[in-house]
């Protein structure tokens, strides 16, 4: 069901043909309101694609009528073309649904400097097939279409007290989080107005998705975006579509860790005893982005003093002879020194949890990395080619 | 000859038992003198290893008679044990040689966490051996017994005019630089003060080892030390020196570019038109931390998309859509948007020079890193195994 699953949203995906094949490759996800309240996140990269460009223009109306997203390019450094491009695929739509363009967020992932003529000319002549095909039934194609390397389609679903919330979810190369793009798109049938919708994107969204392996390097055209259609005619209080909210994000971030493209370990590092949560999750991020630790893991080698070297690169407080490390419940590490022996260390199953205690404070952090692996080398590598 | 290449010095390198088989695995350099000026770079991780707290605290009387260097266990996350059996490693090493524990420097490298009974025992019986041998032939043994997984020893020298100097260094696993321990000894018989010989450590360091790969998160065992013998009796001008010293690690650190753990690639990352050196810098090491540039690099694959992609995450002055980017002298991008194609981009040679013009100014500094290939993964992953 994914993003159909609330009252008051019709999807669809279609194969505009910049795929090979009859891959699915266009899908549009329409709001039917009562209410058309928008809100979205966006990448923090300077370098923004082209529809990240338009997108954030036009959230400025806190509006969302219909959003439009492509996999098969992702229209980021192909210039003016390129945004005219944009512009007109949100042009086209808004004809199309009887609105205007700044209702229309557009979305687009693949390669970066893909986006000329053909891709303009397939986008464009297959809106309104896609548009005529939006039905209440269509959001599992629409997850379809939003696919690039993931293996399989990534959605989420919410049950509330006669309201409901719809996701779903595109991204696979997480290792440095966010360079391989990720799309999000959740729906709600619940009343909630845009300040609380845009409180509740934010506050899920940095528990979630930000700690996804996060380094801060986001990609060129990352977007989270949450459409209200209030049919539900359910009035949900902040906290509770907070709470909601968060718990949607973070399966989906999950989701997203697990088909990592190449990974074979989900690695989740919970930092303790920090002083603040930033210094935990600067600690957390030091770990997650060590490329000795991440091949370390992939082979299965409980290479504590890699995870001390990289706290040692932070400016959280800590005193590097004070801190306990444990690996899958075993401590390897007390007070900065070896404790148990590593052999006791089982990192043969896919889940990995890392203990980090700084003792320090009463602040904690999890972030969520994956392993480094041949896989992930062969499939960045190949990616373009 | 290593660093026995300027007068003044003697060298040795023995198997102490650290290593399997009967590999040299204990290095010392003996400064003659007359004069015993030494000073040192010290890695910039707050988890720093048994030696670097010893080292540190021993160089304050600007003073080295003689280093110890062991392979074979980094003596890192060993506790109090540790640190007294590198204490034990100095005061032993100033009994044989009748002068001061303050006057010894140490430096370990191998496995985090390893430093135990068989360690201390293995170094402190071998170190009257060690220094029975050490003679001005002694070099390139030095050199051999520093390494870990280098595959060939590293040394270089430089002739001035009735005086020289001489070097060894030791590190290959420089994708995440200094996360693999890289020690550097460099020796000189030219007559220059203490503070002379310190400013040119700092700035030859500054614009080679500092500028490999870097990402600021240097090992826990890393150090550049360099003796001054003065034997030569040549005084050396302050600029002069600094050039020659600038040139000899410019030459080491190329060279452990060139045996860095599993790579295929050394690529060298020239940032021009920058506002300032920091940010050329910066937007240098924000591409050579990136693991889908690195493992595209790897597969051949002119992806420049990841290059800006990369930069957009820094703070550095630029405008994403001015950016020159060329590729073995193919200009790929220009102004942000597509050029010349890819498929003009030869990446076949071991060699990569990326050029990124940031049109922003008139600095420039050049970064030099590695690829990601499966060899790096795999030679990693088996580290401790």
Redo the contacts between chains.
Sequence with gaps: MSVTCPQGFSAAGVHAGLKAQDKLDLAVVVNNGPSQVGTCVFT?????ANPILWSQKAIESGVIAAIVLNSGG?N????QFGYDTTKLTAEESAHILGTIPSHIQVCSTG???EGGTAFREAIVNALPVAFSQASADGGDRAAQAIMTTDTVAKTAEYQGDGWSIGAMAKGA?M??PG??TMLVVITTDADISQPVAQHALKVATSVSFDRLDAD?????NDQVTLMVSGASGVRVESDTFVNALTEVCIELALKLLSDAEGASHDIAINVTGARSVEDALSVGRSVA????FK??I??N?P????V???????DAQFD??NVDVALNGVRV?SQ???DRP?DEVDLTEREVVLDIDLKSGNSRATIWTND???D???E??????
Tied chains: 1, 2.
């Design positions: 923090s990269n300077r370098a923004k992702a980021c450094f192909t210039g390669l970066i400097g190369g290792l440095a360079l391989a801060g390097c986001m990609s060129t982005r060590n490329n000795l091949a370390a992939f082979g080698d290479n504590w003093g890699r001390l070297a990289a706290i040692g690169t932070t590097p002879y590490c900065g020194e070896p590593r480094l692996t041949y992930y080398v062969h960045n590598s190949a990616y373009s080619s």
